[in-house]
Nanobody, 123 residues
Framework: QVQLQESGPGLVKPSQTLSLTCTVS??????????WSWIRQPPGKGLEWIGY???????YYSPSLKSRTSISRDTSKNQFTLQLSSVTPEDTAVYYC???????????????WGQGTQVTVSS
């Protein structure tokens, strides 16, 4: 089973771009065994799927966040990155990276998770 670890700033100012990195160990992000997702949980709310990237580098995003989201990868470091632009306080959440074996936005199918990282949007 792969291991995932999120990293990035814990505080972002409104209107700026949130950028988080997920470092993967125990598996390669370039194999077709896994699909790599970003998920978040705002305070007091449920989990929300943001998007995923697959072994070829193709991406798929939640329609509600698509205009502000970009997921990319660095194959040399076995990492994938989330960028969320024009953030507001409503983007404050715990952000997780996760993996599953199929191209899906179903959070229930994720079988490996990072520990999560708190991101607060505030001036």
């Amino acid at each position: 089973q792969v291991q995932l670890q999120e990293s990035g700033p814990g505080l972002v100012k409104p209107s700026q771009t949130l950028s988080l990195t997920c470092t993967v160990s125990g598996g390669s992000i370039t194999t077709n065994e896994y699909v790599w997702s970003w998920i978040r949980q705002p305070p007091g709310k449920g989990l929300e799927w943001i998007g995923y990237i697959v072994y070829s580098g193709s991406t798929y995003y939640s329609p509600s966040l698509k205009s502000r989201t970009s997921i990319s990868r660095d194959t040399s470091k076995n990492q994938f990155t989330l960028q969320l632009s024009s953030v507001t306080p409503e983007d404050t959440a715990v952000y997780y990276c996760a993996s599953t074996g199929t191209q899906t936005n179903s959070i229930a199918t994720m079988d490996s998770w990072g520990q999560g990282t708190q991101v607060t949007v505030s001036s």
